[in-house]
């Protein structure tokens, strides 16, 4: 595997995705460092709408910038911005899978 692409339920993504319970939403987003406040209105659409949102931002994180934040907030969404160790690591705990069931 490239480090563009990971593994999610024995399939393999290339690129950068939004991942739901069920389903899985192709991103047009090259590099964390690409993250803008628009590319969240997507979740506006979602319902249930998440409440709590992860984003992987690859082998280092990245700070996102305040209109992001204040994007994120005003959807009062929960979030985290993590590397993907960080990100493998937290979704990969039982107690995230317990949370998310």
Do not use: C
């Not at 709408?49 to 690859?58: D, F, L």
């Not at 969404?77 to 317990?98: A, P, R």
């Amino acid at each position: 595997m490239t480090q563009t692409t990971f593994n999610v339920s024995g399939i393999d993504i290339t690129g950068s995705v939004i991942l739901f319970p069920q389903q899985l939403l192709t991103w047009d987003i090259a590099a964390a460092e690409d993250i803008r406040a628009h590319h969240f209105d997507i979740l506006q659409f979602i319902k249930p709408m998440p409440s709590y949102v992860i984003i992987g931002t690859g082998a280092q994180k990245v700070f996102l910038e305040d209109p992001v934040i204040e994007r994120l907030k005003a959807f009062h969404i929960k979030f985290d911005v993590l590397d993907s160790v960080s990100f493998y690591d937290q979704v990969s705990s039982s107690e995230y899978v317990q949370r998310i069931e």
